[in-house]
């Protein structure tokens, strides 16, 4: 596996489910990122961690929770999701700096 | 807090023409970084180009130039010799010098291109 990859990259849940999605990245970085992609809406920066640490939690509900146990690795855990949750998310990472963000192909998260 | 502007949603040009998308933004900060991203419609999105506040000269990529107007605040994006797998979604972003590298994403311009 090379760059950033996201699994799954399709998902349909209830409101009432619990699911992870998982993102690792193969570029040695030290920074990554949860976006969420909306039709007709900017992409919105959730979470970002750098050097496992959360630098960064944009007013995002607690329904989403994000885990980075490694430098590699980054989830986003979620819960009793709402139908407007429905969006592409997007997972990036960075080597910190001022540097370009590698994007992974993204999860299509659909809510019921 | 910073706003990126892209104000045109949609944009169409003839294979082997030049287009160019406006992008502008506002930001009081005066060290900074400007992208555009290109995502296509597989949806992986990859950096097209980027360019540092602080140089003057304009970033250029192959085909792909900017014309960076800092006291303007604006970065459009030159797409020379328009090819069809250019089509795609294509964002400005704008990041400022500091811990966490956070981008701030202009709404998009899809750009098709014509045979």
């Known amino acids: 596996e090379t760059g950033v990859t996201q699994t799954p990259r399709h998902l349909v849940m209830g409101m009432t489910n619990k699911k992870s999605l998982k993102c690792e990245q193969h570029?040695?970085?030290?920074?990554m990122y949860w976006y969420k992609q909306s039709a007709k809406k900017p992409l919105e920066l959730m979470f970002v961690?750098?050097?496992?640490?959360?630098?960064e939690n944009n007013s995002v509900p607690s329904r989403f929770s994000p885990e980075c146990p490694n430098s590699s690795h980054l989830f986003l855990h979620l819960h009793t999701l709402q139908p407007e949750d429905s969006a592409l998310y997007l997972c990036?990472?960075?080597?910190?700096?001022?540097?370009?963000?590698?994007f992974g192909p993204g999860t299509r998260l659909t809510v019921l | 807090a910073q706003t990126v502007t892209q104000s045109q949603p949609e944009m169409s040009v003839q294979e082997a023409e030049t287009v160019t998308l406006s992008c502008t933004y506002d930001?009081?900060?005066?060290?900074?970084?400007l992208f555009w991203y290109k995502q296509p419609p597989s949806r992986q999105m990859i950096l097209v180009i980027r360019?540092?506040?602080?140089?003057?000269q304009n970033a250029t990529e192959n085909r792909f130039s900017v014309n960076f107007q800092k006291a303007a605040k604006s970065f459009s994006l030159k797409i020379s010799d328009s090819q069809l797998g250019d089509t795609a979604m294509y964002f400005c972003?704008?990041?400022?010098?500091?811990?966490?590298?956070?981008?701030?994403f202009g709404a998009g311009t899809i750009l098709r291109v014509k045979s």
């Open positions: 990036a990472s960075s080597q910190d700096g001022g540097n370009e963000q590698f």
């Open positions: 570029l040695g970085h030290n920074a």
């Open positions: 961690y750098s050097l496992e640490e959360r630098v």
């Open positions: 930001t009081s900060e005066n060290n900074y970084y």
């Open positions: 360019q540092e506040a602080y140089k003057q």
């Open positions: 972003a704008f990041m400022k010098q500091e811990y966490g590298n956070k981008l701030v």
